[in-house]
């Protein structure tokens, strides 16, 4: 089928024009360059705001209290509120099951020792139930257990950035496993290393059981925070826990029902489903400006192969004296349409991935990282430039089958 | 050879039909070199057309090396074409960015057969026609009377049991004329009906029958 005549029927068909063509390729090829480009830039955007606000699990909900700010039953506007180990049982007594369960305390900037290297980090007390919620990948070692909670060990779990600053350089995690650590001044044993691929901050933290850093540095039975996994639980079913579980929480600790800072229930699920849909919506748009771009290339290459027809009217007709079925008559057409629209296509691939390359390494930024173009993208616009040439051939062609030798071959 | 019965055929030009052949009875037989003549708007040019299974017609039966051509699709006249039948015309209606070669070769490759041997059948009719030395030339490279034997050969080709040829000499001057009727008789002599449509004496007295078509009748033949 593509043997050598076939090819020469086609080089002619581009070349005999050869600014016609190149103005048609360059709309497709710009298409193309602008559905890439787009797309890779809404990648970068999608991976940098993943990176900075999605190193948990989204299938959570997460417990705080901050400031109450209106007057209610007697106590003051702007009052602090607390969350106190008997709140924190009574909570988890009231709520009908949870698959996972951790309270935690925060010591932001605790500085962290091992030998004579000391840095500052995040200190998390936690559950052991963290380690699922907060995908922990442990590398070494174990996470944090029921017992360091029951004995109040000083165990920690390190992260890999903590591990490359304190540790001689070339470590590995089974070997920083059993060291002794200060934290705030306090021997901790080293039970475990974690490294969060997707993470920036995570990665800068140590976890110790929550009942160990809840008697060591926080002095007193306040829960900073609770995190619940929701697991499989249905966004609306994850809606109607966070509502009576806020009603719930503001009437124990004595907050005004329309006070929005005393005590409230953060439900990730829902911040998921927010960024689902955002990040649904960009890539619809891209798709579409895409597509619309490519539309209108297709559109140029359906008039030059309409052009084409009409300049080879009598060739037509000629070939068709000569044997041609209707059949070899529309294959060579679309032929040439389909070689038009993959050749510029590709320029406008490789052009755009190059310039995306090249980029890459000067636009990373907190919510914007690694714009890229996956495979399956590029595969899929390649089958669309496909099918839209074959498209964009499909008028032409019918109109050249259409072509009776004997109107072809009249002589004026 | 060829078997015409009553040919009918009018075209429709909006609401107004207009009767080109009003019923045309005519047998060519094998190996006849015959001349179809007549003045413009007498029939000839679609009475070719119908022969060349270029164009259909509305009543009448035709003949063909002894197959029944009413009613063809699409498909089976080209096949036909490709099998029975070789064109001339009058502006050669060669390929302009073919080569001569390819020019000739073209019809073989309608019929699947493979490159190389296309091309050297497609030289040794080239070299038939005289014009061997001109196989990788372009037709703008070539002058009418070269280009019309070009034209020749790729009718030839396809081993053709009738050439059909429109006016043949009509672009080319009175020496080459004769240079390619010459050619033609030669190629009857092998064998091969040719029906030639000419408007030209000189052209009609050379072949064996006229034709002689006028207001989409056949009116008198001589031999």
């Known amino acids: 089928m593509m043997d050598r005549d076939t090819w020469l029927e086609i080089f002619h068909t581009v070349l005999s024009n050869p600014l016609r063509t190149g103005l048609t390729g360059l709309s497709i090829a710009l298409g193309i360059f602008i559905l890439v480009v787009m797309q890779g830039l809404g990648a970068g955007l999608e991976t940098g705001v993943k990176q900075t606000f999605g190193d948990d699990a989204a299938n959570l909900m997460e417990v705080e209290t901050g400031n109450a700010q209106l007057a209610f039953r007697g106590r003051k506007p702007n009052r602090r509120v607390e969350l106190h180990n008997a709140d924190e049982q009574a909570m988890r007594s009231q709520m009908d099951s949870v698959p996972a369960w951790s309270r935690l305390v925060y010591r932001w900037g605790s500085t962290v020792r091992y030998g004579n290297e000391q840095g500052s980090y995040g200190l998390r007390g936690v559950d052991p139930d963290q380690r699922e919620i907060g995908q922990v990948n442990v590398t070494a070692g174990r996470f944090v257990s029921d017992r360091d909670i029951d004995q109040r060990r000083k165990v920690a779990v390190i992260g890999g950035q903590v591990l490359a600053d304190l540790f001689p350089r070339g470590t590995t995690p089974e070997q920083a496993v059993g060291s002794l650590i200060q934290v705030r001044g306090i021997q901790f044993a080293v039970v475990g290393t974690f490294n969060q691929t997707g993470s920036r901050w995570e990665n800068r933290s140590v976890y110790v059981p929550f009942s160990t850093a809840q008697k060591l540095f926080s002095n007193s039975d306040v829960v900073s925070r609770v995190?619940?996994?929701?697991?499989?639980?249905?966004?609306?079913?994850?809606?109607?826990?966070?509502?009576?579980?806020?009603?719930?929480?503001?009437?124990?600790?004595?907050v005004h029902p329309d006070d929005a800072e005393g005590v409230w229930v953060d439900n990730r699920n829902e911040q998921a489903e927010m960024y689902r849909q955002?990040?649904?919506?960009?890539?619809?748009?891209?798709?579409?400006?895409?597509?619309?771009?490519?539309?209108?290339?297709?559109?140029?290459?359906?008039?030059?192969?309409?052009?084409?027809?009409?300049?080879?009217?009598?060739?037509?007709?000629?070939?068709?004296?000569?044997?041609?079925?209707?059949?070899?008559?529309?294959?060579?057409?679309?032929?040439?349409?389909?070689?038009?629209?993959?050749?510029?296509?590709?320029?406008?691939?490789?052009?755009?991935?190059?310039?995306?390359?090249?980029?890459?390494?000067?636009?990373?930024?907190?919510?914007?990282?690694?714009?890229?173009?996956?495979?399956?993208?590029?595969?899929?616009?390649?089958?669309?430039?496909?099918?839209?040439?074959?498209?964009?051939?499909?008028?032409?062609?019918?109109?050249?089958?259409?072509?009776?030798?004997?109107?072809?071959?009249?002589?004026? | 050879?060829?078997?015409?019965?009553?040919?009918?055929?009018?075209?429709?030009?909006?609401?107004?039909?207009?009767?080109?052949?009003?019923?045309?009875?005519?047998?060519?037989?094998?190996?006849?070199?015959?001349?179809?003549?007549?003045?413009?708007?007498?029939?000839?040019?679609?009475?070719?057309?119908?022969?060349?299974?270029?164009?259909?017609?509305?009543?009448?039966?035709?003949?063909?090396?002894?197959?029944?051509?009413?009613?063809?699709?699409?498909?089976?006249a080209a096949r036909y074409r490709s099998d029975f039948l070789g064109f001339v015309f009058q502006s050669f209606n060669l390929i302009s960015y073919k080569t001569a070669l390819e020019n000739v070769a073209l019809p073989l490759y309608y019929q699947g057969?493979?490159?190389?041997?296309?091309?050297?059948?497609?030289?040794?009719?080239?070299?038939?026609?005289?014009?061997?030395?001109?196989?990788?030339?372009l037709p703008n490279q070539m002058s009418g009377g070269q280009k019309q034997r070009v034209a020749i050969a790729r009718a030839l080709i396809a081993n053709p049991s009738v050439i059909l040829a429109d006016e043949p000499t009509g672009a080319l001057d009175s020496v080459t004329s004769d240079e390619v009727m010459a050619l033609l008789k030669e190629i009857n002599s092998e064998g091969i009906t040719i029906v030639v449509v000419t408007h030209e004496n000189e052209i009609a007295n050379q072949c064996d029958r006229i034709i002689r078509l006028k207001d989409g009748r056949i009116e008198g033949a001589n031999a």
């Open chain 1, 278 to 412: 955002i990040f649904g919506g960009i890539r619809l748009f891209v798709w579409f400006v895409g597509m619309m771009t490519l539309l209108a290339g297709a559109m140029g290459v359906a008039n030059i192969m309409a052009i084409v027809v009409r300049e080879r009217t009598k060739e037509i007709g000629v070939r068709k004296a000569l044997g041609a079925t209707s059949g070899s008559i529309v294959a060579q057409i679309s032929q040439e349409a389909v070689f038009l629209m993959l050749i510029s296509g590709c320029i406008g691939l490789l052009a755009g991935t190059w310039l995306l390359q090249g980029i890459a390494p000067f636009v990373e930024h907190d919510f914007f990282s690694n714009p890229r173009v996956d495979f399956r993208s590029a595969l899929l616009a390649l089958g669309v430039l496909i099918f839209v040439g074959v498209i964009s051939a499909i008028g032409p062609a019918l109109r050249a089958v259409s072509i009776r030798p004997v109107e072809a071959l009249r002589d004026e």
């Open chain 1, 227 to 254: 995190a619940i996994g929701t697991g499989e639980a249905s966004i609306d079913d994850t809606r109607e826990t966070t509502t009576s579980l806020t009603g719930w929480l503001k009437d124990r600790l004595v």
């Open chain 2, 1 to 76: 050879m060829i078997e015409l019965k009553s040919i009918r055929k009018a075209y429709q030009t909006g609401s107004q039909s207009l009767t080109v052949l009003k019923g045309i009875d005519c047998t060519i037989e094998e190996g006849e070199l015959v001349a179809i003549m007549g003045s413009s708007g007498s029939g000839k040019s679609t009475l070719l057309n119908v022969l060349g299974l270029l164009d259909d017609f509305d009543e009448g039966s035709y003949v063909l090396n002894g197959q029944n051509m009413d009613g063809l699709s699409e498909k089976a």
């Open chain 2, 113 to 137: 057969v493979p490159r190389k041997e296309r091309q050297a059948r497609a030289l040794s009719f080239l070299t038939k026609v005289g014009l061997a030395d001109w196989a990788e030339h």
